[in-house]
T-cell receptor, first 112, second 115 residues
Framework: GESVGLHLPTLSVQEGDNSIINCAYSNSASDYFIWYKQESGKGPQFIID?????DKRQGQRVTVLLNKTVKHLSLQIAATQPGDSAVYFC???????????FGTGTSLTVIP | KAGVTQTPRYLIKTRGQQVTLSCSPISGHRSVSWYQQTPGQGLQFLFEYFSETQRNKGNFPGRFSGRQFSNSRSEMNVSTLELGDSALYLCASSLGGGLNTGELFFGEGSRLTVL
């Protein structure tokens, strides 16, 4: 039968612009969230995390916003660079182990 | 310090065979998790090991199994391979402990192709 693949949302931005990548999570009990970046042929790489007792956290050129009311997470990348081109995943965790649920990912392309 | 190391990086098997993948976590990390990544299903949790015990298990058939050794190194095994098992298998390590103690550090993955 036909194999249906995930349809990755895509985002194209001009170099130097800001990027916003969104993620809707499913479990209201999730209390820890991570954004990962995955470049072609590589494993996911940690970008930034946030716990449910916060609604905003900033890193170097990145900001994560958490809205628990609507179960929404966003990643903002400032002054996007060509090296930021990758697939970005959000991941949620709600138990005492390390079982994370990953979103489908967003493919970011930075246009020089 | 060295990152998460997975071997082999690439392998090709035929249906019905079995495969063993290996993962060496970051030194000092006691938790090792395995994920399957496919274009059709994305990243899906297989299982997690902590101190040689399986702590969490995802929704995969019993053909998928794993273990962890006293030095925290882990192996996963897939028996009676099916075409649908073709995927990138990712290992991730973390400090572990009683609570979700932070980020997962991923290896580069083992790309399995089943013919």
């Amino acid at each position: 039968g036909e194999s249906v693949g995930l349809h990755l949302p895509t985002l194209s931005v001009q170099e130097g612009d800001n990027s916003i990548i969104n993620c809707a999570y499913s479990n209201s009990a999730s209390d820890y969230f991570i954004w990962y970046k995955q470049e072609s042929g590589k494993g996911p790489q940690f970008i930034i995390d946030i716990r449910s007792n916060m609604d905003k956290r900033q890193g170097q050129r990145v900001t994560v916003l958490l809205n628990k009311t609507v179960k929404h997470l966003s990643l903002q990348i400032a002054a996007t660079q060509p090296g930021d081109s990758a697939v970005y995943f959000c991941a949620e965790n709600s138990n005492t182990g390390n079982q994370f649920y990953f979103g489908t990912g967003t493919s970011l392309t930075v246009i020089p | 310090k060295a990152g998460v190391t997975q071997t082999p990086r690439y392998l090709i098997k035929t249906r019905g065979q079995q495969v063993t993948l290996s993962c060496s976590p970051i030194s000092g990390h006691r938790s090792v998790s395995w994920y399957q990544q496919t274009p059709g299903q994305g990243l899906q949790f297989l299982f997690e090991y902590f101190s040689e015990t399986q702590r969490n298990k995802g929704n995969f058939p019993g053909r998928f199994s794993g273990r962890q050794f006293s030095n925290s190194r882990s192996e996963m095994n897939v028996s009676t391979l099916e075409l649908g098992d073709s995927a990138l298998y990712l290992c991730a390590s973390s400090l572990g402990g009683g609570l979700n103690t932070g980020e997962l550090f991923f290896g580069e993955g083992s790309r399995l192709t089943v013919l």
